[in-house]
T-cell receptor, first 113, second 120 residues
Framework: DAKTTQPPSMDCAEGRAANLPCNHS???????VYWYRQIHSQGPQYIIH???NNETNEMASLIITEDRKSSTLILPHATLRDTAVYYC??????????????FGQGTILTVHP | GAVVSQHPSRVICKSGTSVKIECRSL??????MFWYRQFPKQSLMLMAT?????????EQGVEKDKFLINHASLTLSTLTVTSAHPEDSSFYIC????????????????FGPGTRLTVL
């Protein structure tokens, strides 16, 4: 699976949009971009995923560049409860790595009052 | 939808004993389940992948005789840590992918809340 690069930490003011970047320059055509977050001492929570089109759900928006080499997760109105480690992961459903998620170090997002 | 539970949430045991952790999909059929381990201040590491009714596939470096995985039904997988030692103390997390009457995305893993294992 392709490797991702994320900033180790980011800050955001409560009520503002949080834009979390991710680079995945070696992504291949059948690999999806997934975003999960993990609040301290809990299991990861699924946020959103996409292949090449931008996606939006009740939690966030995912913007994928046209060349698919990077993406941005957008939390439109961050709250204190959004403070967590955010993981950007690319994963495919072919071959021996079917559905496997390889977690990196992620981005620690801290939302300030 | 897509709720995964784990039991127990926390367990403390003596060195040399075995510990069983259960992972259940509550509202969908989990065709594939994954087990991860997370040490303090580190990221999640995949231990093994199991499909219902089949033997688990272990990642390199994970001892299959020490970490026994059983995925006997579409809603239950168990991880047994045999002869646990202090170095096995960790946060164990399961995840599952599956179907729920066609409304669930089969290409998304949903995670349980984790089990904190402490071996004294």
């Amino acid at each position: 699976d392709a490797k991702t690069t994320q900033p180790p930490s980011m800050d955001c003011a409560e009520g503002r949009a949080a834009n979390l970047p991710c680079n995945h320059s070696t992504i291949s055509g059948n690999e999806y971009v997934y975003w999960y977050r993990q609040i301290h001492s809990q299991g990861p929570q699924y946020i959103i995923h996409g292949l090449k089109n931008n996606e939006t759900n009740e939690m966030a928006s995912l913007i994928i560049t046209e060349d698919r080499k990077s993406s941005t997760l957008i939390l439109p109105h961050a709250t204190l409860r959004d403070t967590a480690v955010y993981y950007c992961i690319v994963s495919s459903f072919g071959g021996t790595s079917y559905g496997k998620l390889t977690f990196g170090q992620g981005t620690i997002l801290t939302v300030h009052p | 939808g897509a709720v995964v539970s784990q039991h127990p949430s926390r367990v403390i045991c003596k060195s040399g004993t075995s510990v069983k952790i259960e992972c259940r999909s509550l509202d969908f059929q989990a065709t594939t389940m994954f087990w991860y381990r997370q040490f303090p201040k580190q990221s999640l590491m995949l231990m093994a992948t199991s499909n219902e009714g089949s033997k688990a596939t272990y990642e390199q470096g994970v001892e299959k005789d020490k970490f026994l995985i059983n995925h006997a039904s579409l809603t239950l997988s168990t991880l047994t840590v045999t002869s646990a030692h202090p170095e096995d103390s960790s946060f164990y997390i399961c995840s599952a992918t599956g179907t729920s009457g066609g409304t669930l995305s089969t290409d998304t893993q949903y995670f349980g809340p984790g089990t904190r294992l402490t071996v004294l």
